[in-house]
């Protein structure tokens, strides 16, 4: 199995910063990308950034130029540094990873459990 846990979330002003980490951990082969996810209050699940083992980024359009994504191969880690937060990106961010636990394995997805972010008035 392959754990992922997530870190750094926290209470902030608006206009704020953070950094989120997430550590892969377990029965890893590779990961081929990974991700943040958030979901707010009330509405579905939304992607935010991804990155191949490659490194090649996608955004949402409404965080490109304030988030950036990353990645250390090594680690198993993938970092979401955020800024500029607006009120309306409050929410539970969770990361995601596409994963081989063996050569011969499919990719499999996994989740994290979530980490609050919130980016008050």
């Known amino acids: 199995q392959v754990q992922l846990v997530e870190s750094g979330g926290g209470l902030l002003q608006t206009g704020g910063s953070l950094r989120l980490s997430c550590a892969a951990s377990?029965?890893?082969?590779?990961?081929?990308?990974m991700g943040w996810y958030r979901q707010a209050p009330g509405k579905q699940r939304e992607l935010v950034a991804s990155?191949?083992?490659?490194?090649?980024?996608k955004y949402t359009d409404s965080v490109k130029g304030r988030f950036t994504i990353s990645r250390e191969n090594a680690k198993n880690t993938v970092y979401l540094q955020m800024d500029s937060l607006k009120p309306e990106e409050t929410g539970v961010y969770y990361c995601?990873?596409?994963?081989?636990?063996?050569?011969?394995?499919?990719?499999?997805?996994?989740w994290g459990q979530g980490t609050q972010v919130t980016a008050s008035v």
């Open positions: 995601d990873a596409l994963a081989k636990m063996t050569p011969s394995a499919c990719l499999s997805e996994y």
């Open positions: 377990g029965s890893i082969f590779v990961i081929s990308s």
């Open positions: 990155i191949t083992l490659g490194g090649t980024r």
